[in-house]
């Protein structure tokens, strides 16, 4: 696995990014937010066609957002000044939705705007609405998409408002969901899309084991533990399932892993990249979802434990594969729907990833941590490890590593 390092051609941007997928009913990502601050965490707009934020932005993040056929769109964040002003640069319509935000000052003006943005194609989005509040409700007649809060609206007040909004043929996006339970009510409420980290929190299923098809898994990750372990003791427990020596195979032909030539046997794979490496790949097959659960998770999973690797590299700790481990079994209970502390007790772990993961404890904890609060957006509460650029490009990286992963397992 290549270090990476910033470039005179890949910069750090003036500003943070990150994105926070939008759900369906299935809870296939139907499109993603687009979260970005400045490096003291306040909110920037007004981006020029020549800014190289907005490069990135278009020709890096759009291009990471894939769907089962297209490129997903991106929910982005617009002020009404930014608009009356004509400063919107001229986005891709079918890659963007112009997200209103809740201190929008509605103005005839604005209006007239927006229908015209509209006749071009745009899709149009309101966030922060409060039934209680009649200022926005101009806006009503004229956005596509109406974003909720159930956290502050309350979930009890839901079902009545959404009866009074149905004249208006609005497509309702849940925000803040934050439980499985809740999503549940969201559904049953008639919402067609969810946001929220309902997906990162497990369904506990009280007595449930790791199901048989990961004890072959653990297996291999002991032996890859054991000092002793040799090239050929590791293939001969993956032979147990040439289904699973074919896949680990072709991940490790992947473009993720990036060899100069082809393997055709786990002893020469080891014999090239290492145990670690090895170890890192039975890993990504142990947190693969086998139950169901949606992509957009697996997806999660690879994004935050090689996003720890990086800057587990960058600050130069002595086991950055600790790092990624860490950031990747970090919702392993939620892939499995079991409760951590019962969970690490059936995974042959060393203690300090054990403590990383159940306490944020030493520097792969400190990492994770890190890592959990960038992904989140929450910009202004990183403990700045790094300069701020390098958080940056250490999420782009991992984003587009986590396709190429995904690519591989599928």
Partial sequence: MSKIAITHDDQGLPVLMARQAIYTKSQDVAAYELLFRDEQGNFVMGLKDDDATLAVLVNSYASFSKGTKAQLPFFLKVTDKVLLDDELPDFPRHLFVLELLPHTRVTQALIDRLIDLAGQGYRLALSGFDPGDTKLHPLL????????????????????????LKPFNLELLADKVETQDQFRQCLEMGFALYMGYFLSKPDLVR????????????????ELQNKHATAESVEQIALKDPE???????????????????????????????????????????????????TELTRNMLIRGRMCELLGEMLEFPAPMECFIVGLLSQMDVMMDMEMDVLLNE????????????????????????????????FEQLKKLLPSQFYEVAYRHSLKWAEQVLEALQ
């Fill in 141 to 164: 007649k004229v956005v596509h998409v109406l974003k909720l809060d159930i956290q502050l609206i309350g979930l009890a007040r839901i079902p009545a408002l959404v009866q009074k």
């Fill in 207 to 222: 007595g449930k084991k790791l199901p048989g098809n990961k004890v072959l898994l653990l297996q291999l990750l002991q």
């Fill in 244 to 294: 699973l020596t074919y896949k680990i195979l072709r991940v490790v032909n992947s473009a993720a892993v990036n060899l100069r030539r082809e393997v055709n046997s786990l002893s020469h794979a080891i014999a090239l990249l290492g145990m670690d490496q090895i170890r890192r790949w039975v890993m990504l097959f142990l947190a693969k979802s086998d139950n169901g659960k949606p």
């Fill in 347 to 378: 995974v042959p772990l060393q203690p300090s990833v054990k403590d990383a993961l159940t306490k944020r404890e030493g520097q792969a904890g400190l990492v994770l941590s890190e890592v959990e609060v960038y992904e989140r957006g929450e």
